[in-house]
């Protein structure tokens, strides 16, 4: 019998900082978006709203090794979302969802 990971604890997870690695792009797969200087960027702020943030149980943002506006995101049902924004534009570049169904299996419970 398989177990999965409860939605919680991949909450609790991400809220620790764990980055699994079904949850970030592939090494290969990297997303650049800009040489612009950082003063021509849309803010933050800005880039949260664009991304609907507020649509999200949890988000984390950074600025990406590409120069995107990078978000990891985490909805209701444990869907866990990955967004590259285009720092200028704010265009989506990338958008990739992991459902929570997806979620990585946890081994066997030891018998007690």
């Not at 958008?95 to 929570?100: G, M």
Request: hydrophobic share 40%; proline share 10%.
């Amino acid at each position: 019998m398989r177990h999965h990971t409860p939605a919680w604890l991949l909450t609790m997870a991400f809220l620790a900082g764990a980055s699994p690695v079904a949850w970030a792009s592939a090494p290969q797969e990297k997303v650049f978006c800009t040489d612009a200087p950082r003063t021509q960027w849309i803010p933050e702020a800005e880039a949260r709203e664009r991304f609907g943030a507020s649509r999200y149980v949890l988000v984390k943002y950074k600025v990406s090794k590409g120069n995107c506006h990078e978000f990891y995101a985490v909805d209701a049902q444990g869907t866990v979302v990955e967004t590259y924004m285009h720092p200028v534009t704010g265009e989506t570049v990338r958008t990739t969802r992991i459902p929570a169904s997806a979620s990585p299996a946890t081994p066997p419970r030891a018998p007690q």
